[in-house]
């Protein structure tokens, strides 16, 4: 059997402030195999981003952050590799998708240069026509109509929706075995983030790209995740499959999440209870979905 | 304040620096129990002990008069600093104010204005400080009003930007939506998030007047004699380099750790009021 | 009767650099009293700038906004701006950071003169026990409350000046999806028990259907298509609005349901 894409075992994090020590990840683990789409939800300071940017291994620099746990990329510990190590898998071998596609473009550079800044990260010595030509392919591939054009533009001369997709293709453009999608397509419009979900959806399914999906709303995970696991106030709280998960969920604070979600069916303003003791029942998993090695 | 400590025990610099202010400060403000000569801050003569290097009971040595340097330089301390405090007391307000007019009210109030500003701003400082007091007689009133001339802009520019980019922050939209008066949004709204900013360009600053002015008088256009000054002692010492090194080393060491001082202490200040650079 | 607001073909032209852009094109509608009218709509479709003109910050470039049969004059006076009344979205940037709870809620008594002012303090109090704060989070700052809290600060503010009409501009968008449910429940009590009529701005279709009486779906500054709640989700006339509720992300399969009969209507129509 193959190594999972990404396995994290007892993953805590706590930052040292001013006032002691402040724990923000209190044990998580979580797996995603290969080629598999997985939703990390939770709401705002759940520690679903900074579980992201433990893998990209961008808080292991931080000075006030303490780790402990393990994560585990394609079989290789992260902790095990150097700091260069580390930093030549961002953008080749695991790449990320942000919330505002406009301002994670970088405004002072065409289009065409991001690009080439990109796939020089995989073959450090790629020509610029060779480059463009790929870009090329690669905008075609994520339904860009004039890729001359949108190569050619600065990121401010394009509509978000357009940067989005420019976001994806570059992400994919090295061919990735991981993407990590932090809240894509949230300061999107709702009809361009559902056309953006629906396009990368076709693409990583595709290209065979695992991919964690970090979200707050449970509507746009349940569009695109296979698997789900709800984190809240830095634990994971249920994990199943999406199916299982929308249609019975189990845990308090997920059943409450669901609730609170105004249905266009009209069901009136959602009633919340406040037994928030109750949202830190223990872990429920769903059958079928126990952490590899791990007796369910 | 536990922030605070943290803050300062975290960053050495920070502390030298509010320990560099607390000596010249309380130096300055109990000189007439710290100096050993008082008297010898005015018009004294002591033709026996003149031009004497550092020793007992002179520790910075004398002048060419035979007056205490120590003394001198804790006087000239307190002088300067009373400068620095007058200055930006009137500088402040008046380049807060036209500042904040200027950033909230827009369209041609704000374009006279910067203009304006802008005109102040264009000419070198040291310059514009230079010609006024060319003009005016050399006194220490005078010197107060040449620097504060070429003070104020500074505080309007400050001022102008954080306005203009406050502006645009919620709560000032949320006040204007209730119908609140101007005068309100920019005094009682706008003002207060301005000031962190504020005060620590204040104490920055309160470090550069004392430079400013101590180049005044070295370039013979400030406080005159015999009322000690920084600046115009190590004009007078440097005649007699390298020989009588004390009488321009003191006052010039004097010179550089009061505005070190202020810039260490204006950089923790900054950290820890959560100003943004 | 006489609608509480009105509005008569209203336009907006901005002018950027030499362009002009018409933000708002002929747009007229009323709005009955007690009622909560959503306006709806993606970015660029004008649903903002008819927020800001309802509120005065920026006059109509042509048409008439009438308050209560009156027509508003460009430059408000200080009764309207108390009648029409503002919650935005962002409770972090809406409150000053500065300045306690209390004073902020407070300076709405003060400009209008609400209440005698020895007893302005326990009006305070009292409004902030009306959005369900205790009364002695007056003298606290914003950086000491969650973001649902704030949001709560935010409208009691706009209830201090007793005002009939509150402008909400996405209220709920910036919270997490509990304290989005709890805060327009809040909402629905006060707009019960205050007799308030709402203006509610959002992309969130989810949140419209459960909240609003009637809906105005706006797109590139016009006003496409206005009706109640129920017509606009049962039977949609514009293909436009029939997209925007075809994309919003849904939890439960009777929802999805809805969703598709409205997409294949809307193929059909295309076909």
Redesign the interface.
């Known amino acids: 059997m193959t190594a999972p894409t990404l396995l994290i075992r007892d993953l805590r994090l706590s930052f040292k402030g001013y006032s002691g020590l402040v724990e923000v990840l209190h044990g998580i683990s979580l797996h995603i195999d290969k080629g598999e789409r997985v939703a990390l939800v939770g709401e705002s300071g759940s520690g679903k981003s900074v579980t992201a940017r433990i893998i990209l291994g961008l808080l292991q620099t931080m000075r006030t952050a303490r780790i402990s746990g393990t994560v585990n990329f394609e079989g290789r510990d992260l902790e095990a590799m150097s700091r260069a190590e580390r930093h030549r898998l961002r953008g080749t071998k695991m790449s990320m998708i942000f919330q505002d596609p406009t301002s994670s473009l970088n405004p002072v550079y065409r289009i065409s240069e991001q690009f080439h800044e990109v796939l020089k990260r995989m073959v450090p010595g790629i020509g610029r026509a060779e480059a463009d030509r790929k870009a090329a392919a690669m905008l075609a591939d994520v339904s860009i109509t004039e890729p001359e054009r949108v190569l050619a533009s600065y990121p401010f001369q394009l509509s978000g929706g357009m940067n989005q997709r420019v976001m994806i293709a570059m992400a994919l453009a090295n061919e990735p075995s991981l993407l990590i999608a932090d809240e894509p397509g949230t300061a999107l419009d709702v009809t361009v983030q559902a056309q953006t979900l629906k396009l990368m959806r076709e693409l990583v399914t595709r290209h065979n790209t695992a991919v964690l999906f970090i979200s707050h709303n449970l509507g746009v995970v349940r569009e695109f995740a296979d698997r789900i696991y709800v984190i809240y106030k830095g634990r994971i709280v249920e994990h199943g499959k999406a199916t299982q998960l929308f249609d019975n969920p189990r845990h308090p604070y997920t059943r409450a999440l669901m609730n609170a979600i105004p249905r266009i069916t009209g069901e009136g303003i959602p009633k919340i209870q406040d037994n928030s003791d109750e949202y830190l029942a223990p872990l429920v998993v769903h059958e079928g979905c126990g952490e590899p090695g791990e007796v369910a | 304040m ?2 605070t400590l ?1 803050i300062l025990a975290s960053n050495p610099l920070s502390a030298v620096g509010v320990l560099l202010i607390a000596l010249v400060v309380l130096s300055a403000v109990f000189a007439d129990f710290i100096a050993p000569f008082p008297e010898h801050r005015g018009a004294v003569v002591d033709f026996v002990n003149f031009n004497k290097p550092p020793q007992w009971p002179y520790i910075f040595g004398t002048d060419l008069v035979g007056r205490d340097m120590f003394s001198r330089i804790i006087y000239a301390y307190r002088i300067s600093l009373i400068l620095g405090v007058v200055v930006l007391a009137i500088a402040v307000p008046i380049g807060v104010t036209i500042g904040l007019v200027a950033g909230y009210v827009g369209g041609w109030t704000e374009y006279v204005l910067m203009r304006i500003t802008d005109v102040f701003l264009s000419i070198p400082p040291l310059v514009l400080a230079m010609s006024m007091m060319g003009l005016l007689e050399p006194t220490l009133t005078n010197g107060m009003i040449a620097v504060t001339a070429m003070w104020w802009p500074w505080y309007t520019r400050l001022v102008y930007n954080l306005a203009r980019s406050e502006k645009e ?3 000032v ?9 101007k005068l ?1 949004v920019m005094f ?2 706008i003002l ?2 301005c ?1 962190p900013s504020i005060l620590t360009k204040m104490t920055l600053d309160l470090g550069f007047v004392i430079l400013i002015a101590s180049s005044l008088s070295f370039l013979g256009l400030g406080v005159q004699p015999p009322t000690p000054d920084l600046g115009s002692m190590v004009a007078e010492g440097a005649k007699y380099l390298p020989d009588s090194w004390w009488l321009t080393v003191f006052p010039g060491l004097a010179i550089l750790i009061a505005v070190f001082g202020f810039n260490l202490l204006g950089d923790a200040l900054r950290e820890i009021l959560g100003v943004e650079q | 009767m006489t609608p509480i607001l009105s509005l008569q073909s209203v336009s907006k032209t901005f002018t950027v650099g030499a362009h002009e852009v018409r933000a708002v094109d002929d747009v007229s509608f009323d709005v009955a009293k007690g009622e909560c009218l959503a306006v709806v709509g993606e970015s660029g479709s004008g649903k903002s700038t008819i927020a800001n003109m309802i509120l005065g910050i920026y006059p109509p470039s042509e048409g008439t906004i009438s308050y209560r049969g009156t027509v508003l004059p460009s430059s408000r006076e200080l009764s309207h701006r108390r009648a029409i009344q503002l919650v935005q979205q962002n409770p972090l940037s809406s409150l000053n950071p500065k300045r306690t709870i209390g004073a902020s809620l407070r300076l709405a008594l003060d400009v209008h003169g609400i209440g005698e002012r020895s007893r302005r303090w326990e009006r305070v109090g009292k409004l902030l026990e009306e959005v369900g704060l205790p009364a002695d989070y007056r003298s606290r700052s914003p950086a000491t409350l969650s973001g649902g809290q704030r949001q709560r600060v935010a409208i009691a503010r706009a209830l201090a000046c007793e005002s009939e009409i509150v402008v909400l501009d996405e209220p709920t968008s910036a919270l997490d999806v509990l304290v989005q449910a709890r805060t327009l429940k809040l909402l629905n009590e006060l707009k019960e028990s205050r007799g308030l009529t709402y203006i509610f701005i959002t992309h969130d279709l989810s949140v419209v259907r459960n909240i609003a009486d009637r809906v105005a779906v706006f797109e590139n500054g016009k006003l496409v298509e206005l009706d109640t709640v129920e017509t606009i989700f049962s039977n949609p006339a514009d293909p436009y609005t029939r997209g925007l509720i075809g994309a919003v992300p849904v939890v439960t399969r009777e929802e999805e349901a809805l969703r598709t009969s409205l997409t294949e209507k809307e193929n059909n129509a295309n076909a």
């Open positions: 536990k922030r943290a922050e919620g709560y939209l949320a006040a204007e939506v209730i119908g609140a008066s309100h009682r709204e207060p998030n000031v």
